[in-house]
């Protein structure tokens, strides 16, 4: 083989592995407000209850999803945990994520016996690194709706 056919079948072969490499990235997105270190009232969310008046009103969540579109057995799915502290209720989660409008992420998880059912999303489209960004939360279990200005929010691979 000469040099420059030996030459066009590497750039060939780069060609074709990079393409296939940008084909199987996928994003994803992960909501996490409970590494925060800092202690009392924002170190984490605060939830208002519509039937509930717990002293300790401050909840926390780790959800990760991948895109819907990722071309892999996960696309569209989330799992993680989310946390009611005043209530003492700690459960793992699994759902859905959607995004709309560009750059705001919907999270709708469950946990499996129905005793957490939430819609998670970040506030804006500009998404800052560090426990920078606010998520809300609107949850029919238990119910309520909860606001955590401090959440790290991570979208990878887009």
């Not at 990235?25 to 984490?44: H, K, L, R, Y």
């Not at 016996?113 to 500009?126: E, H, I, Y």
């Not at 426990?131 to 238990?142: E, I, K």
Request: aromatic share 10%.
């Amino acid at each position: 083989m000469t040099p420059t056919r030996l030459l066009s079948a590497l750039l060939f072969l780069v060609c074709v592995t990079s393409a296939a490499a940008v084909d199987a990235s996928s994003e994803q997105i992960i909501f996490a407000n409970t590494d925060n270190p800092n202690a009392g009232p924002t170190a984490t969310g605060v939830f208002n209850y519509a039937f509930l008046n717990p002293d300790d009103k401050f909840f926390g969540f780790w959800v990760w999803c991948e895109d819907p579109e990722a071309a892999n057995p996960y696309a569209g799915e989330c799992h993680g945990s989310l946390y009611f502290y005043g209530i003492g209720l700690t459960k793992g989660v699994s759902g859905t994520v959607s995004e709309g409008p560009v750059g705001v992420y919907h999270m709708t998880v469950s946990s499996r016996d129905g005793k957490v059912a939430c819609t998670l999303w970040n506030a804006s489209p500009v998404i800052t690194r560090g426990l920078t960004n606010t998520v809300n939360a609107l949850c029919s279990a238990p119910a309520g709706m909860g606001t955590s200005p401090n959440t790290n929010v991570q979208v990878t691979g887009h």
